[in-house]
């Protein structure tokens, strides 16, 4: 069993910052990449950013040069630095995890977190 547990979400002006937590756990042997997504109210799920393992990240066009993600491979928590927020970024983000739970490769998957909450308004 996988869980992926988000937090950090809330209410901030425009123009503040929010820092996202995803915390992985249960049978994980290895975490290959770990992404953000959000979707805002009558739009598609997209993809924020990832990180894999090997450490290149990868991040939507608007949010780059604001947003961060970042890994604590001992603790299985990926983050998401959010600063310079926007209105626009008003959304319900979601971690997901591609791992394996044992060594072999047949058992790599994607985990979802339940999502967590992001209002940026005055």
């Known amino acids: 069993q996988v869980q992926l547990v988000e937090s950090g979400g809330g209410l901030v002006q425009p123009g503040g910052s929010l820092r996202l937590s995803c915390a992985a756990s249960?049978?994980?042997?290895?975490?290959?990449?770990m992404s953000w997504y959000r979707q805002a109210p009558g739009n598609q799920r997209e993809l924020v950013a990832a990180?894999?393992?090997?450490?290149?990240?990868n991040y939507a066009d608007s949010v780059k040069g604001r947003f961060t993600i970042s890994r604590d491979n001992a603790k299985n928590t990926a983050y998401l630095q959010m600063n310079s927020l926007e209105p626009e970024d008003t959304a319900v983000y979601y971690c997901?995890?591609?791992?394996?739970?044992?060594?072999?490769?047949?058992?790599?998957?994607?985990?979802w977190g339940q999502g967590t909450q992001v209002t940026v308004s005055s």
């Open positions: 997901n995890a591609d791992l394996s739970t044992d060594e072999y490769y047949y058992t790599r998957r994607n985990y």
């Open positions: 249960g049978s994980i042997a290895s975490i290959y990449a």
């Open positions: 990180i894999t393992s090997g450490g290149p990240t």
